[in-house]
């Protein structure tokens, strides 16, 4: 699954290690991965481009970085440079290769081996958490870092409330409609007013308060759908940070078929059979035509697990 490759060592030991934590922030083996206004910095190269790591600029102070882990025996910081100036980022610059530049993840991520798409899936996240979050949500008083960039301490004395990254969950679905003697099976995929034109992909929606996983699923169906669902199992989960949510994948079994949609929630939803979805192409493409969602998310990982259940490619029923 993209952005969710587990090589790099988060070493969370090490983020109590002050000693240790100040000796690789110094280290001029140590890699660096600036971040600012939550793009990362990418070098254009063929066949594929690359994350951009540099040396520690002289003015960051070690507060302001953000401990990632090792990435084999080498550390790795983030930090932010969203308020930087124009000569402070030129700096950045300096020390990067040519063609390089500030480039969404949105945009380059699917072009990123799943390597370097984590690490830097994982530092835009984190740092997006510290641009935000300035004060404490108790009392209002400022914040101070620790724990190597993950953890924020209230300075207040009498508060001292200790506030972490936040990760919101959601959950993401297909929905499967059972093979009949007069057509094929058929999934459920709908379209957000706000994606690029014959964008289709899996129904998606935030975790309430109270709610189960499953539950979660079966609600956002029908209140985006009205297709009532059952037989939930979950098949995966993805880090998505944009800006910091965790997507748990799941399959689910309709128990209707008629789409009333949610205008609100989707500008249309229809059922597509896989023999249909064989012409789509991918979010991204120049081609016009239908797509499937981005290659580096979830929603189409889980479109692909569907298309290969044996079960899918006939019309006739098991």
């Not at 490759?5 to 600036?34: C, I, V």
């Not at 550390?75 to 440079?81: K, L």
């Amino acid at each position: 699954m993209h952005y969710a490759n587990p090589s790099l060592d988060r070493a969370d030991h090490l983020r109590k290690d002050d000693a240790t934590l100040e000796r690789m922030f110094n280290d001029s083996q140590t890699r660096f991965f600036p971040v600012y206004r939550g793009d990362s910095l990418i070098q254009s190269t063929q066949p594929a481009p690359a994350a951009v790591a540099i040396n520690k600029p002289n003015d960051l102070p070690i507060s302001k970085a953000i401990f990632l882990g090792l990435d084999n025996t080498i550390a790795c910081f983030a930090f932010s440079c969203s308020e930087y100036t124009n000569e402070q980022r030129q700096h950045i610059f300096d020390q990067a290769p040519d063609n390089t530049d500030f480039i969404s993840l949105r945009t380059i991520g699917p072009l990123l081996n799943n390597h370097e798409g984590s690490i830097l899936a994982y530092a835009k996240a984190l740092t997006g958490w510290h641009d935000t979050i300035k004060f404490c949500e108790l009392c209002g008083s400022c914040l101070t870092t620790t724990g190597g960039g993950h953890v924020k301490k209230c300075i207040n004395s009498d508060c001292a409330h200790l506030q972490f990254p936040r990760t919101d969950p959601a959950v993401i679905m297909l929905v499967e409609r059972a093979a009949t003697a007069d057509a094929p099976a058929m999934c459920l995929l709908g379209r957000n007013r706000q994606w690029p034109d014959g964008v289709f992909s899996t129904l998606a929606g935030f975790v309430e308060p109270g709610e189960s996983l499953e539950h979660a699923v079966m609600r956002e169906v029908y209140e985006e759908s009205r297709i009532k669902t059952s037989n939930v199992r979950y098949l995966g989960s993805q880090p998505w940070p944009f800006p910091r949510s965790i997507m748990l994948g799941f399959i689910a079994t309709a128990d209707s078929t008629d789409i009333q949609i949610d205008p609100h929630e989707l500008e249309e939803a229809h059922w597509f059979s896989a023999e249909q979805l064989k012409d789509f192409g991918t979010w991204g493409d120049e081609d016009e035509g239908p797509k499937l969602p981005r290659s580096d998310s979830i929603a189409h990982y889980l479109i692909n697990y569907w298309l290969e259940t044996p079960s899918n490619m006939s019309n006739d029923p098991e």
